[in-house]
C-alpha cells in the first residue's frame, strides 16, 4: 500500500480510529492471517506488528501471512532495527524519548534507515513516550519512566516531539501491562498538542478504550486483547466504544 500516513489522515479527520498489535514472537504466520481478518472486519484501520525484545525469524512469514487475509496496511512497531521487513507498508520511525540510552533514541534508527530505503517501507515519524508501569518495553528500552501522576512531564515531552516535527505521540504502559495510561494524563495531553495521539498498553475492555478515546486519545492500540478467545466480539465492543466514546 501506498500513502499509509496520507491513508490515516484521512481516516482521522472523520474520527476515532482503532489498531489491532500483533507479537512475531506469540503468533504463527497463519494465525496472524486469521486475526488481521477478524480486525478488518472488526473496524481496525492497521495492523502494526512489533514486540519488545528483537527480531523474528519468522517476521517476514507473518507479514505475508497477514497480506493473504487482508489488505489493511502492515505497520511495523519496531524494537529495532532488527524488526525491518521488506513485506510492510510503513514503519513507526520512532524515539523513546525518555529513554536513558542513546541506543533507543537514535541507535538503532540509524541502524534501520539504509534498509527501510532499500526495502521501500514508508517512515511515520513518532516520539514514543512510556509511562508506569512500562512493562518489558520499558526495561529494555531503558526508559525513564513517566510517573501515573505526572501529566505535565508526559505534556512536555509530547510537545518535544510536536516541535521536533514528529507527526504523532505515542503514550505506552508497556504491553500486557496491568493498567492503561491515566485518563487524566491522555487528557492534559492531548489539550496541549496539535499532531495526533496514540495511547497503547494495558487496554483490555471497551469501557477502558471508550474513556481514552474520549479523553482524547486519536487512535486506540489493543495486542493481548486478540490472544484470547472470542476475539472478534471483543474486538467490536472495543471500536464500538472508541468510534462513539
Not at 64 to 80: A, C, E, N, Q
Amino acid at each position: 500500500m501506498n500513502g499509509v500516513w496520507d491513508y490515516l489522515s484521512k481516516r482521522l479527520e472523520k474520527g476515532k480510529l482503532h489498531m489491532t498489535l500483533l507479537d512475531p514472537e506469540k503468533t504463527t504466520p497463519d494465525r496472524a492471517g486469521e486475526i488481521a481478518k477478524i480486525a478488518h472486519e472488526a473496524g481496525s484501520c492497521a495492523i502494526m506488528v512489533g514486540g519488545s525484545t528483537g527480531g523474528s525469524e519468522v517476521l517476514d512469514e507473518m507479514l505475508k501471512g497477514i497480506k493473504r487475509r487482508t489488505d489493511l496496511p502492515i505497520i511495523l512497531f519496531p524494537s529495532g532495527a532488527s524488526l525491518l521487513s521488506r513485506y510492510a507498508d510503513a514503519v513507526y520511525f520512532m524515539s523513546l524519548l525518555n529513554s536513558q540510552s542513546p541506543r533507543y533514541l537514535v541507535g538503532e534508527q540509524l541502524k534501520g534507515v539504509l534498509p527501510i530505503k532499500k526495502y521501500g517501507i514508508e517512515p511515520i515519524p513518532m516520539g514514543y513516550i512510556v509511562v508506569e508501569p512500562g512493562g518489558k518495553v520499558g526495561e529494555i528500552g531503558e526508559a525513564d519512566l513517566i510517573p501515573r501522576d505526572d501529566a505535565e512531564k508526559a505534556t512536555n515531552y509530547a510537545l518535544l516531539a510536536q516541535y521536533m516535527g514528529m507527526r504523532l505521540v505515542y503514550l505506552e504502559a508497556g504491553s500486557g501491562a496491568a493498567v492503561h495510561v491515566p485518563v487524566e494524563m491522555v487528557k492534559t495531553v492531548k489539550e496541549n498538542i496539535e499532531i495526533p495521539l496514540i495511547v497503547g498498553g494495558g487496554i483490555r475492555s471497551p469501557q477502558s478504550a471508550g474513556k481514552l478515546a474520549k479523553a482524547g486519545a486519536d487512535i486506540i492500540v489493543t495486542g493481548t486483547l486478540v490472544e484470547g478467545r472470542d476475539v472478534e466480539k471483543r474486538l467490536k465492543e472495543v471500536v464500538k466504544a472508541i468510534r462513539d466514546p
